[in-house]
């Protein structure tokens, strides 16, 4: 027989009838025009079969009258399944708590990012937004339509050219175009080129202004390098903004100071794990209570948010991982340790006067081993830029 439309929201039982009257039953449900299906002869006195839960109770009847007995084997149905959340009410009503709950959070607005802005500060964006309600923690249902939000931001930054609204998930995006503006050149007073230090001129390249010395010319600290005075006739003296790139030798002086026992961070393998639910901005901490049992140890974090297609939900998992840190010692060779300063001496020479520097020479002046240290005086000679602006100053009289 045909399986009677959406029976299963409807609710079916399967039975097994058992009796020498099993047929006379079926025939007596088709003629009474009660549905049953998924008629399965057990043996020659019993039979499986399923019918609709409103036609259980006109059953009866039409078993004393062929003289059946009936068990019930299972109960199929959305009705079954609510009777059942029913009598578990906490599980039933924890179910919906969540569904609204997760509704809820997908409801509001809960991070508000801005790209594109370079000159424009992100906090002047973000505050024209908040006038707008564009701002964590707001129902996404009150927010303008993103093209009345781009003109009114448009108004509100005039510094743009154009502003872009779009919303994924629970996440606002604000695209910034900036308006190019022509740039100011700053207000720069005539001024020489001078030697910040005591040197040997290796290069000089004069761009503007007129230059005083020349190639392994040697130098004193404040010497003037380019000049920003045209002219030897006082009466016809032109000042201007020298420029140019001055590169002389430099000897730098280091007292070097290096432990024969280095101690290094190891990572021993023992580790305790800390997880959290995140809700928005906050988490709640489930597992891993406890103090740390670890002397010293580094944390790292990994965050899981929940997603939804390409749609980031505001709820998600973090695990945080503490990790066991000990400390482990080596002894330098007195070779290494010697190694091992002037490195560290040479990256502070390239990072104090520039990357394009270069160590042309290097002399130990004195060496020493005392205290498990190695102590050193070291003297390197350096290819750097020299010069440094200085200002010329008129008097009141010119």
């Not at 730098?252 to 290094?264: A, D, S, T």
Request: net charge positive; proline share 5%; with cysteine.
């Amino acid at each position: 027989m045909k399986i009677p439309t959406l029976s299963g929201v409807r609710g079916c039982v399967q039975i097994s009838v058992r009796g020498e009257g099993t047929n006379h039953l079926i025939n007596a449900l088709a003629e009474s025009g009660i549905p049953v299906w998924d008629i399965r002869p057990t043996s020659a006195t019993t039979a499986d079969m399923k019918l609709l839960l409103r036609d259980f109770h006109v059953l009866r009847p039409l078993l004393k009258r062929t003289g059946c007995r009936m068990h019930v084997k299972r109960r199929i149905g959305l009705p079954f399944l609510l009777t059942r959340l029913f009598k578990r009410k906490f599980f039933a009503i924890g179910i919906v708590l969540f569904f609204m709950m997760l509704l809820i959070l997908s409801s509001l607005v809960w991070n508000v990012n801005v790209v594109g802005n370079e000159k424009l500060a992100t906090e002047d964006i973000l505050k024209a937004a908040r006038e707008e309600g564009v701002r964590p923690y707001q129902w996404i249902f009150r927010l303008k339509d993103p093209d009345k939000l781009s003109r009114a931001l448009s108004v509100k930054l005039p510094e743009t050219s154009w502003i872009g609204v779009e919303r994924k998930g629970t996440t606002i995006t604000i695209q910034v175009v900036e308006a190019e503006k022509p740039e100011k050149q700053p207000l720069v007073s005539p001024r020489h080129l001078i030697s910040r230090s005591d040197a040997v001129v290796t290069s000089i390249y004069a761009e503007q202004g007129r230059p005083l010395v020349q190639k392994n010319t040697r130098v004193k600290k404040g010497q003037v390098l380019i000049s920003g005075i045209l002219g030897n006739d006082e009466a016809n003296t032109q000042t201007v903004v020298a420029k140019g790139e001055v590169k002389g030798l430099v000897w730098h002086e280091y007292n070097l100071e290096v432990p024969l026992v280095q101690k290094q961070k190891v990572y021993t393998g023992e580790r305790k794990n800390k997880s959290y639910l995140v809700l928005g901005n906050r988490a709640v901490q489930l597992w891993g209570y406890g103090k740390e049992p670890f002397e010293k140890s580094e944390t790292l974090t990994e965050l899981d948010p929940l997603t939804w297609r390409s749609i980031k939900l505001p709820i998600g998992w973090m695990t945080e991982k503490v990790m066991e840190v000990s400390e482990a010692r080596e002894t330098l060779q007195p070779e290494e340790a010697k190694k091992l300063g002037l490195q560290g001496a040479i990256r502070d020479i390239l990072a104090k006067y520039g990357n394009d520097s270069q160590i042309i020479s290097q002399k130990i002046l004195h060496e020493k081993k005392e205290n498990g240290k190695v102590y050193m005086k070291v003297l390197f000679e350096v290819e750097e830029r020299i010069a440094e602006e200085l200002p010329i100053v008129h008097s009141q009289g010119e």
